[in-house]
């Protein structure tokens, strides 16, 4: 029974400071809530995929496909012999390929967000073998130019049975003229999803080569389907073989891969915010123990023991952590449906479902409360319970600090090593070199953690150059500032962090967009650029178009890619449809760019890593498994416009699938002495038809390539904002309790004769130099981390660093705007400190 007075005065305690409680509490439910966010959101968007997937296949036995996502296909010749063979009944093949639904004037595409649009082959229950899609309304196509289309995609659109529409197809021609003659109902019509289905013969026309088909449904004949199954694997090895559980199992696992990706992306912004929490909270119970060492003594004095002291503190910590973790567990719901409200107001394409809180959310993120807190309350726990009883009542004690030496020491040896693992990875590229970066980056960030103490107090005494218009008042709110470095720093380390890597990240941005536009412009010559939507490319028929139709143009060039094998790695080529010499700066270092037939050109990189020279011949695997012999005919220096390799149209007829045909960009010459201006209004004519083309200059296409990493930084910000957040948060928290630890003193100043309002001033020029002396060392560590790594991102093409001054500088001045704001709260409460009652309060 003797921990029950503890327990009671550990309770009382949190009860009496309900302020202080909150601030504490509020670090914990944000951190917590953004790792149970993380999770539920994944675990929804998962539950939702596998009910899509639970129908897919349904009623195959066996499905035969090719072992490469973009292969040919399966040749049909196969899938006749498929059929004759003993054990199958009937077989089923399919077609399928991405197209653009138009509206029906045909001047405007059906926008999805990021989900897809697909077309495939419409087969009559009398032919099919898995269950088929169910008709809501209308019928089925029978013909060509017949469309059925599925009701959310239906209602996306506007169309309903009856209605005369568009539909452009990216590896063919102009748009084609359809009628909705049925609308149909899939599993999870949600997301942005349309799906089109073609009569079989016109599917065919659109989306093969004429002899291969993209998979084949098998329903089996007097035998189980395992065992026919069984049989076809025997017979063909180079194609996959599997029964409809093993089709939704290989479906389940990518969707599964890929929302790993996105669970670990949300769950590294969560840890951040964590991390930020910690040293908030860790901050918080130093200042609380301090503030308390009298209290502590006394309850030393009258008889608790060390442990019983020390538990008192922690069994707080473990009150804050629970209340804290269960409300960041109904808090990560929130954020999660507010995270997925988000992404559907961006039309990115998710599916959306009822939300999932799995029982290892649960229990994750209450343990991980529970565990930071309790952590970050140990130490000044167990100093605590350390005192001696005699000298934690003497009131200098409680002002005295241990000797910053050795914990500068080791920042100072971490400080080096961690530069020196930064440097030592920025000489290289990939995972490894980024991995080192990693590291280093950590020992700095521990560098910091130990060394900020020491650096604060001269830091801060510079930038109190700032504030001395503000005459005595400023020098005090300097003083004060320096008087606790510990407190300063740790209140600072938050903000730090933040900056840390929004500076990162500015500068990733800022390079990405510079070695852009370098690239545009040293490397491209032409004078328009054609482009599309990522995932659709350039339909071909539109460099076609353009030749006919363009009389000023002098060279239309379409860049492809295409993909092969060598050995076991897989490689992209390039493949231009024209002269590249005419729109593109590129310099062969040794050989020749002539392309014949079955001659590459080989960037100089990727000839030094296989070890190919000039007039090798090289065997490369198409992804249908066709061996080709190449002939290496000249070596060029790295661009990424042009990848490792190019190869010759005739190879890109041969091995590219018909209906994954299409052009990342034509790049377009105009003639000697042409008018620009005239012939850009001559090849928007000349394009309209397929409508998702975009005629850009070289300017317009830097622009909008700039428009796309704002788009992926934006996002990162977003996330980023809950950890500035909380550093913010946590500046106003130890303010508060400063407030409270120098309550004396500030009643003597307004004893003395000092004004409220100068008391406000002083609190709030003190939080103005703590968060500005953050804001500047976080934003120099962002700096040396960001070359860092942006050093191992050469290979990817970003090849320039550059420097986001004016961000840094809004940083800057925010950061101060910040500590300002932060400090209202506590300096109202300072100056509102009643002088005769702080100086009698012991």
Do not use: C
């Not at 790993?260 to 992306?265: H, L």
């Not at 005699?390 to 002002?399: G, I, Q, T």
């Not at 620009?676 to 090849?683: P, S």
């Not at 003190?766 to 191992?792: C, D, Q, Y």
């Amino acid at each position: 029974m003797a921990g029950s007075p503890m327990r009671k005065v550990a309770l009382r305690n949190l009860a009496a400071h309900k302020v202080r409680l909150a601030l504490t509490l509020l670090s914990v439910v944000l951190g917590t809530a953004f790792i149970a966010g993380s999770f539920v959101f994944t675990d929804t968007l998962q539950r939702t995929f596998d009910g899509i997937f639970a129908n897919q296949a349904k009623g195959v036995d066996v499905r035969v496909s090719p072992k490469e996502r973009q292969a040919l296909g399966v040749p049909q010749s196969l899938v006749d012999q498929i059929a004759r063979m003993d054990g199958v009944r009937t077989v089923a093949p399919s077609v399928n390929g991405p197209v653009v639904l138009l509206y029906p004037d045909g001047k405007k595409a059906v926008q999805t967000g990021g989900a897809p649009t697909f077309g495939q082959s419409y087969l009559p229950p009398e032919k099919a073998v898995a269950e088929p899609d169910k008709l809501v309304e209308g019928a089925a196509p029978t013909r060509e130019g017949e469309i059925a289309i599925n009701t959310g995609g239906a209602e996306r659109a506007g169309l309903k049975v009856g209605d005369k529409t568009k539909v452009l197809i990216p590896s063919h021609g102009p748009p084609i003229d359809v009628t909705v003659t049925g609308i149909y109902q899939v599993a999870s019509d949600t997301g942005g999803f349309i799906g089109l289905l073609f009569d079989d013969t016109q599917a065919r026309k659109l989306f093969t080569d004429g002899t291969h088909v993209a998979y084949v449904d098998i329903a089996a004949a007097g035998i189980p389907g395992d065992q026919l199954r069984d049989q076809l694997s025997a017979t063909l090895k180079d194609y996959k073989v599997q029964n409809g559980e093993q089709v939704r199992a290989d479906m389940k696992k990518e969707i599964s891969n890929a929302l790993n990706f996105i669970n670990y992306f949300l769950l590294a912004f969560g840890a951040i915010a964590l991390i930020v929490g910690t040293f908030i909270i860790y901050n918080t119970f130093s200042m609380i123990v301090a503030q308390r060492l009298r209290e502590l003594a006394l309850l030393r004095a009258v008889g608790a023991s060390r442990q019983q002291v020390g538990r008192s503190v922690v069994a707080e910590a473990f009150v804050i952590g629970l209340i804290g973790s269960a409300i960041g567990l109904a808090g990560g719901v929130g954020l999660a449906f507010g995270l997925s409200a988000l992404l559907n107001a961006f039309d990115l394409g998710l599916p959306t479902g009822s939300m999932a809180v799995l029982p290892r959310t649960i229990v994750v993120g209450m343990l991980v409360g529970l565990l930071v807190t309790m952590v970050s309350a140990y130490a000044p726990a167990r100093r605590a319970a350390k005192i001696p009883p005699v000298e934690a009542m003497r009131e200098e004690f409680a002002s005295a600090g241990d000797s910053l030496r050795l914990r500068t020491l080791i920042g100072a040896l971490l400080a080096v090593a961690g530069a020196v693992l930064v440097v030592i990875g920025a000489q290289s590229t990939g995972g490894n070199a980024a991995l080192t970066v990693g590291i280093g980056a950590l020992a700095l960030i521990l560098a910091v953690l130990l060394a900020a103490p020491a650096v604060s107090r001269p830091v801060v005494a510079v930038l109190g150059v700032l504030i001395r218009p503000f005459g005595p008042i400023g020098r005090m709110a300097r003083n004060n500032a320096a008087r606790n470095p510990r407190r300063t720093a740790a209140t600072a380390f938050a903000l730090t962090l933040g900056l840390m890597l929004v500076t990162a990240i500015g500068m990733l941005g800022a390079s990405a967009k510079a070695s852009v536009s370098v690239l545009v412009d040293k490397g491209v010559q032409a004078d328009y650029v054609l482009a599309g939507p990522q995932l659709i490319g350039v339909p071909l028929g539109a460099g076609d178009a353009v030749r006919k139709s363009v009389p000023q143009v002098a060279d239309v060039v379409g860049i492809r890619g295409v993909g092969f094998k060598v050995g076991d790695d897989q490689i992209l080529g390039t493949a231009p449809d024209g002269p590249l010499d005419s729109v593109l700066n590129y310099d062969i270092v040794r050989g020749t760019d002539t392309i014949g037939d079955h001659d590459v050109l080989v960037s100089e990189d990727e000839a030094d890593k296989r070890g190919w020279k000039v007039g090798d011949h090289v065997d490369l695997v198409s992804l249908d498994a066709k061996k080709i012999q190449v002939t290496v005919t000249g070596i060029y220096k790295k661009t990424p416009l042009l990848g490792p390799m190019v190869v010759s149209p005739k190879m890109y007829d041969e091995t590219m699938p018909v209906n994954f045909r299409t052009n990342f960009l034509i790049l377009v010459k105009a003639k000697p002495g042409a008018d620009l201006t005239e012939m850009r209004a001559d090849l928007e004519k000349a394009t309209e038809q397929f409508v998702v083309v975009q005629v850009q200059d070289r300017e317009e296409f830097k622009g909008a390539q700039g428009k796309q990493i704002n788009t992926l930084l934006a996002i990162l910000y977003g996330l980023l904002a809950l950890a500035v957040v909380i550093a913010i948060l946590g500046i106003v928290n130890t303010l508060a309790l400063s407030v409270v630890e120098r309550r004396r003193e500030i009643g003597m100043l307004r004893a003395v004769g000092m004004q409220r309002a100068q008391i406000r001033r002083t609190i709030y020029l003190e939080s103005m130099l703590i968060a500005v002396f953050g804001a500047i060392v976080g934003m120099l560590l962002g700096l040396g981390l960001g070359v860092g790594f942006l050093r191992t991102l050469r290979d990817l093409g970003i090849d320039q660093i550059a420097i986001p001054w004016n961000q840094l500088v809004l940083m800057l001045v925010s950061s101060a705007v910040v500590g300002v704001l932060a400090a209202l709260w506590p300096g109202i409460r300072a100056a509102r400190t009643p002088p005769l009652a702080a100086i009698a309060d012991l």
